[in-house]
């Protein structure tokens, strides 16, 4: 049995993983804003955004169970505009949420993961940190920070016995879709490719992989001795990190753009 704390538990992605892992026999905590109503998960409300809050959950965890063995920042929401017309206030929110608060989530959890003889810490990135999509600059640059995150993380605290993982999942049903903030403005010049755009990106998420997929990966990731660095969520996604991988940047880029920005608008 490993103590488990899962952060945005309360829908989607998060929740299903705290609900096969409580499944499983785990001690699950989940904190998100609202409160989460699952029998077996340990509701805690604190936003990521504010590390006092975090820290304070985190010691209140360790006071009950003495040590927290897997940390899975995955709280997180999505942004899409232009880069021009979207706002400093909108842009530095996703990086509060999305980035700050794994640094949050991960400094406040640091000294009870070192407590555990099989510290974990599973960062939920997205196949948006390597090929960015246009539209969703802030959303892809935040997760790729994620990225750039875990892999310092994993040297900095690989002699402390705790490992990383940055797991990217490719599209996924869940609430993100309808609770991306979407910017209303767009200078005439795009020629409303932006809503085009985001259309593609919806459908794909709404055809997209059953959350129970991102579970599954994530309680393999818990039960192994050994985790990679990188683990990407379905095997459509696999092939696409790995062309990305394979091909020039400004290629892989061009086929992105041909997807999500080139589309023909008004
Ligand atoms: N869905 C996809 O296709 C997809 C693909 C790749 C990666 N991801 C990533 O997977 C993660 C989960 O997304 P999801 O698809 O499950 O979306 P979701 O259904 O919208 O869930 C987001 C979760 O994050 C929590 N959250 C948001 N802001 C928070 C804050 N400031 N403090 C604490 N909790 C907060 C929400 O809870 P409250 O609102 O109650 O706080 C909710 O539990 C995200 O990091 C997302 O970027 C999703």
Redesign the pocket.
């Known amino acids: 049995m490993k103590v488990i704390v899962i952060?945005?538990?309360?829908?989607?992605?998060?929740?299903s993983i705290a609900q096969h892992l409580s499944q499983k026999g785990h001690s699950v905590y989940g904190?998100?804003?609202?409160k989460i109503h699952e029998k077996n998960v340990k509701s805690i409300q604190?936003?990521?955004?504010d590390y006092n809050q975090l820290k304070e959950a985190y010691q209140g965890i360790f006071e009950i169970e003495g040590r927290i063995d897997v940390l899975i920042n995955?709280?997180?929401?999505?942004i899409s505009g232009t880069i021009e017309d979207t706002s400093s206030e909108d842009a530095a929110y996703i990086f509060n949420?999305?980035f700050m608060?794994v640094f949050n989530s991960t400094k406040a959890a640091l000294p009870y993961l070192r407590e555990s003889d099989y510290g974990k810490v599973l960062n939920?990135?997205?196949?948006?940190a390597r090929l960015s999509i246009p539209f969703q600059a802030f959303?892809s640059s935040s997760?790729a920070a994620v990225n750039s995150f875990s892999e310092a993380l994993a040297n900095e605290v690989a002699p402390l016995k705790i490992q990383v993982c940055s797991i990217?999942?490719?599209?996924?049903?869940?609430?993100?879709?309808k609770?991306r903030k979407k910017n209303e403005i767009e200078s005439p010049e795009y020629n409303g490719r932006v809503d085009l755009s985001v259309a593609v990106m919806e459908k794909d998420?709404r055809n997209?992989m059953d959350?129970e997929s991102a579970a599954k990966v994530v309680n393999r990731l818990v039960r192994k001795r050994r985790i990679p660095l990188y683990k990407t969520v379905g095997f459509k996604y696999k092939v696409i990190v790995l062309l990305a991988k394979l091909l020039p940047a400004k290629l892989a880029n061009h086929i992105v753009g041909s997807i999500y920005a080139f589309k023909k608008g008004k």
Not at 31 to 34: D, G, K, P
Request: glycine share 20%; net charge neutral.
């Open positions: 952060t945005g538990a309360s829908s989607g992605i998060g929740l904190i998100s804003r609202s604190a936003d990521v955004t995955n709280a997180g929401m999505g949420v999305n608060g939920i990135s997205s196949v948006a959303y997760k990217m999942p490719g599209d996924i049903r869940t609430g993100f879709t609770n998420e997209g959350p």
